[in-house]
């Protein structure tokens, strides 16, 4: 007998137990309590994502996970779930239960109001469920002697920094700050934070400048946050000491990095950063141009689209994003073709109609993936 449910903090272990077994089987040894904490550890209370499951005669055989989130771009957010632990016992496959179990999770994904889903996989297994390539950003490689030439000039005597644990309470609490203080973020609790940037085994800094705290960064320059940008430059050399190379991925409205970095790096490339699903069309279009809208100025035009059906105007004027339901003839283009053309090359090479619109500009931090 096979039953499909959502599962509940007493599914917990046996879950856990699903997965590491399933992704040791298939890849390396995991450990998810230890890989994502803020998911999985012992102190979050019950399961820290929903879970689908499929149980045969009671014993649960394949999940999917979706983990929610408000991703804030400039006051905007957007209801968001990334995709994860998409796992079928090596038992139980070719029977359907990983393409029933994202069916599933996609439509309650639906009625309860996300507007976007990300995941990382391969393009071909998930976009038969509507997922794409999404999420310009660039990726930069420095060298020691970029840093040599390009920054020998720049002083770090009075910068440092020292892993963060759970002891540092007033670091925590000004990393904290300082993230949901973000033009662009995804909020995080004093409580989680840590378990939050932790996750699959980066370790999190704290940035002190003359001995006072001055940002954080999630590996060796991953996620970096101050709180002056003038500092970026003598932390970045300072946190490169140590290192022959390193590529720093940066996103496509981060325009001040962006200078930064192309000014002295070795190479750079410009690639997609997740697989993306849109449930609301309007939303996600709204608040992606608005978004860009920030750092680019836009094109004046108008533009309509009829995706799957839904009839979506976009109007831009003066910098200014409106975009609403519409009754009258318009593009027609499939869920998937519409997130190629809105998202990734498709909009850059076949866009020109529609100005700088396109591709739009989606991230999200890793340590806020799933």
Same mark, same amino acid.
């Given at each position: 007998?096979?039953?499909?449910?959502?599962?509940?903090?007493?599914?917990?272990? #046996?879950?856990?137990?699903?997965?590491?077994?399933?992704?040791?089987?298939?890849?390396?040894?995991?450990?998810?309590?230890?890989?994502?904490?803020?998911?999985?550890?012992?102190?979050?209370?019950?399961?820290?994502?929903?879970?689908?499951?499929?149980?045969?005669?009671?014993?649960?055989?394949?999940?999917?996970?979706?983990?929610?989130?408000?991703?804030?771009?400039?006051?905007?957010?957007?209801?968001?779930?990334?995709?994860?632990?998409?796992?079928?016992?090596?038992?139980?496959?070719? %029977?359907?239960?990983?393409?029933?179990?994202?069916?599933?999770?996609?439509?309650?994904?639906?009625?309860?109001?996300?507007?976007?889903?990300?995941?990382?996989?391969?393009?071909?297994?998930?976009?038969?469920?509507?997922?794409?390539?999404?999420?310009?950003?660039?990726?930069?490689?420095?060298?020691?002697?970029?840093? %040599?030439?390009?920054?020998?000039?720049?002083?770090?005597?009075?910068?440092?920094?020292?892993?963060?644990?759970?002891?540092?309470?007033?670091?925590? %609490?000004?990393?904290?700050?300082?993230?949901?203080?973000?033009?662009?973020?995804?909020?995080?609790?004093?409580?989680?934070?840590?378990?939050?940037?932790?996750?699959?085994?980066?370790?999190?800094?704290?940035?002190?400048?003359?001995?006072?705290?001055?940002?954080?960064?999630?590996?060796?320059?991953?996620?970096?946050?101050?709180?002056?940008?003038?500092?970026?430059?003598?932390?970045?050399? %300072?946190?490169?000491?140590?290192?022959?190379?390193?590529?720093?991925?940066?996103?496509?409205? #981060?325009?001040?990095?962006?200078?930064?970095?192309?000014?002295?790096?070795?190479?750079?490339?410009?690639?997609?950063?997740?697989?993306?699903?849109?449930?609301?069309?309007?939303?996600?279009?709204?608040?992606?141009?608005?978004?860009?809208?920030?750092?680019?100025?836009?094109?004046?035009?108008?533009?309509?689209?009829?995706?799957?059906?839904?009839?979506?105007?976009?109007?831009?004027?003066?910098?200014?994003?409106?975009?609403?339901?519409?009754?009258?003839?318009?593009?027609?283009?499939?869920?998937?073709?519409?997130?190629?053309?809105?998202? #990734?090359?498709?909009?850059?090479?076949?866009?020109?109609?529609?100005?700088?619109?396109?591709?739009?500009?989606?991230?999200?931090?890793?340590?806020?993936?799933?």
């Amino acid at each position: 007998m096979t039953e499909y449910s959502i599962a509940t903090k007493n599914d917990k272990q #046996e879950i856990i137990d699903l997965i590491d077994y399933v992704f040791t089987y298939d890849y390396e040894p995991h450990d998810f309590k230890n890989f994502l904490p803020k998911v999985y550890a012992d102190e979050v209370d019950g399961l820290g994502a929903k879970h689908y499951i499929l149980k045969e005669d009671g014993v649960i055989k394949a999940v999917v996970a979706i983990r929610t989130m408000d991703i804030v771009y400039y006051g905007l957010a957007l209801k968001a779930g990334a995709v994860g632990s998409v796992a079928v016992h090596p038992s139980s496959r070719k %029977k359907g239960y990983m393409s029933a179990l994202m069916k599933f999770a996609l439509e309650d994904a639906k009625k309860t109001g996300l507007q976007i889903l990300f995941l990382s996989g391969k393009r071909q297994r998930y976009g038969h469920f509507g997922f794409e390539n999404g999420g310009i950003v660039y990726n930069f490689t420095v060298s020691a002697a970029n840093i %040599k030439h390009a920054l020998a000039d720049v002083d770090v005597s009075g910068i440092s920094y020292k892993e963060m644990t759970n002891q540092m309470e007033n670091e925590i %609490k000004i990393a904290c700050k300082l993230h949901n203080d973000r033009h662009c973020f995804v909020k995080r609790s004093e409580d989680e934070f840590l378990r939050v940037v932790k996750s699959w085994g980066d370790k999190p800094y704290a940035i002190y400048k003359n001995g006072k705290m001055i940002g954080y960064s999630v590996g060796i320059l991953g996620e970096l946050v101050l709180k002056d940008e003038s500092d970026y430059a003598a932390v970045f050399k %300072k946190m490169f000491e140590g290192l022959d190379k390193t590529t720093i991925k940066v996103a496509s409205f #981060e325009r001040g990095r962006i200078e930064f970095l192309s000014a002295f790096c070795e190479d750079y490339s410009i690639r997609h950063d997740k697989k993306l699903c849109v449930l609301d069309w309007k939303s996600v279009l709204s608040v992606l141009l608005t978004l860009k809208s920030k750092t680019v100025r836009l094109t004046d035009g108008e533009a309509a689209f009829n995706i799957d059906g839904e009839c979506i105007g976009i109007s831009v004027k003066n910098n200014n994003v409106t975009v609403a339901d519409i009754d009258e003839p318009a593009t027609a283009l499939s869920h998937n073709s519409a997130q190629r053309m809105l998202f #990734e090359l498709d909009g850059l090479l076949g866009g020109i109609q529609y100005g700088n619109w396109f591709p739009l500009p989606f991230y999200i931090d890793h340590a806020d993936t799933f």
